[in-house]
Each structure stands twice: as C-alpha cells, then as structure tokens.
C-alpha cells in the first residue's frame, strides 16, 4: 500500500503544499524497520527511500521541496549511519540567498559532538552560528551555550563546560529552569572532576526541582549503582529504596497516562540493575500491552526483546515479541510520520 502509494502521487504535493503524509513517507517506512532492526529489509528499501527524495530534488529544482527533501535525506543518511552524507544533504539545507540554514548547521554540529565526536570541530561549529546571529535568533543564544557545554564536557573541559552553564542559568533563567538536562550536566561536570560531594547536592537539586523528568528518575539509579561501586551499600539500598518509591509515587499519581509508562520503564531498569532480569522483562511487555501504538510502548517492546535475547536466553520469547511489534506496526492506522 506504501509503495502505491508513493508511486501514485508523485510528487507528493497538492498546489503549492506539500502533502506530509505522502512527502514523509519513505523516511517512515525506514524509522520503522530500524525500530524492529530487521537489518536486510533496511537495506533493501534504503536505496529507494535514498533514491525518492534524490530524484524531488532533481526533478524540481527551485521548488519548496528541495530543502525538506535534503532534510529527509540526511536522516535517512543518518539511520544508515553515513554521517558524511547526512552532513552534506544538511549543508545544502539552504535559503534563498544560499545559506545554510541556522537549525541545519546546529544540527551539523551536533553529529559532529553526538556521532563523530570531533568536539573541537563541533565546539568552532557552534561559535561560528553563535557569531552569525541576528538579534531575531535569540531563542538559539541558550540552546548553543548548552550543547557547547556539552562538548566542552567531552573534551575533559570541565570548568569550561560549567562557566556556560552557569552563564545560561544566570542570563537565560527561563531557558535554564526548563531544562532538567543543564541541572544535570552541571552535576557531571563537578563529579567528572573529581568532586563527588559537590555532584551530589547538584544531583540533589536535579532530584528536587525536575522530580518526574527522565534525568532525575534515572539519577537515583545511577547513584545507587555509584555508592554500590564505592562499597557504600548501605547509601546505595537507600537510593534504590527511593528510587523505588518515586517511581511508585509516579505510577500512581499518573495512572492511565503516557508518564506512568515511563516510570514503568524506569522501575524495570531498577529490577534489571538489581538483575532481577524476569520481573523487568514482565513490566516491559506490561508497558507496551497498555500502550502499544506509542513511541515509549514500542520501545518498551523492543527492550523486553533484548532483555528475553541477552538475560534470560529464551529466544522463542523474543522472535514471538518481533512478530507482535511487527503485527502493531502493520495495523497502526495513523503512523507518526516524523518530519
């Protein structure tokens, strides 16, 4: 039905619109695959979502088209894994005066941090975007400090990394109160630098002031297992007892909502830390048996599948999940097709 339907309204567009649906789908079809990593079928249809959005932006050159098109194309690129490529497509993400758009260089340089890990390079990246914007761009002052923090920190450059993270705290409050991701690399920041007491009231604040957010709900984990290492077990059952009762708290203040699949996701992280393997594997498939057609369901199905393949090696259980993802993909009515 995909495949007619691409074939059959070329191109996808009605006037001057392009059709999302019908313009996204190939790049959907793809993301598909890679969530079930069925690697031959990945390879198959790669040349023909690669080949759908090449010949748009050949076929009509000067059009709304060809700048989502490059777009579609680097991330098809980038769940290949060519960087290269994706990089080039994003560099010919360009405005009408022939410039690289601003959210396609910031991508840029975010591959270069996040996948090539040339920090150096992605740190003159962002600096160079920093330098070319005009006061209408304000609202990328504070996203380019942070993920310039980010690659400071990966680099060993730590007092660097926190000197723009307190910049964005104190000039960019907003910005920096809604992100639970900057309170948390400023935790990482004292703790990779050797100072664990200082982290941990940071850690504490992050525990405090983002109380559901993925950073804080993983952070109790994460110093259970750190006082753990330390011989500190006593600290550490205590973390583990919290963490167990936060993520309870959550469940059931959030009962019938898509954040009470999350703390169910971290409560199953919680028992495959202790390696209590069966009881995590159980919540999983929990999770996507009542919230199979979203994004955390689906994941929650495909980290069941792990945990069945590498823990319990019980790979009947495991091929007998891929055939229920499969089948909820195919039946999904409405599929998110992701710009």
Known sequence: VYDNAVDRFYPPTSGTQIVGRLFNLPAHVLR????????????????????????????YPGTIIVVPSHSNLSQVCQMKGDWPKAIEHLTLMV????????????????????ELRQFGTAVRLYDSLMNDLQPADSNYVPVIKLKKAGAKMDQGRFAEARELLVDVRDNHRRHFTSSP???????RSFELE???NRALAEYKVLLEKY???????????????????????DEAARWYEDAERVYDEMIARRSGTVDEARARLFKSDLFGQQGQWQEAADVLTRVFDNYPKTAI????????????????????VADSLREV?????????HPSFEG
């Open 181 to 187: 991701l900057a309170q948390y690399t400023l935790a």
């Open 211 to 233: 109380r559901e957010s993925d950073e804080a709900l993983s952070t109790y984990l994460y110093l259970a297992k750190e006082f753990q290492k330390q011989g500190r077990h």
């Open 325 to 333: 993802l499969r089948q909820s993909l195919a039946r999904a009515e």
């Open 32 to 59: 598909v695959i890679t969530r079930i990593n069925d690697t031959a079928a990945f390879n198959q249809r790669f040349p023909w979502a690669r080949d759908y959005y090449q010949g748009l932006i050949d076929e």
């Open 194 to 196: 050797g100072s664990f």
């Open 95 to 114: 405005d009408s005066a022939g410039h690289t758009l601003k959210r396609a260089r910031l991508e840029i340089a975010d591959i270069y941090a996040r």
């Open 297 to 316: 369901g689906q994941r929650a199905i495909v980290n069941a599948i792990r945990v069945y393949d590498q823990k319990l090696i019980r790979p009947a």
